[in-house]
């Protein structure tokens, strides 16, 4: 009853952010995953 492999086939990348509360992480984040979108021809969905 194994599970099946998992089978990456899109490039991903992990963002990790650290800092205090209210500093902007949440919106820096969603800017750097729009602008990496348009620039690969991909969708951002909200």
């Known amino acids: 009853?194994?599970?099946?492999?998992?089978?990456?086939?899109k490039p991903h990348v992990n963002v990790g952010t650290i800092g205090h509360v209210d500093h902007g992480k949440t919106t820096l984040t969603?800017?750097?995953?729009?602008v990496m979108?348009?620039?690969?021809?991909?969708e951002v969905t909200d």
Do not use: V
């Not at 009853?1 to 086939?9: D, Q, V, W």
């Not at 979108?37 to 991909?42: H, K, M, Q, Y």
């Open 1 to 9: 009853m194994s599970k099946e492999k998992f089978e990456r086939t």
């Open 37 to 42: 979108a348009e620039a690969n021809g991909s």
């Open 30 to 34: 969603a800017a750097m995953t729009k």
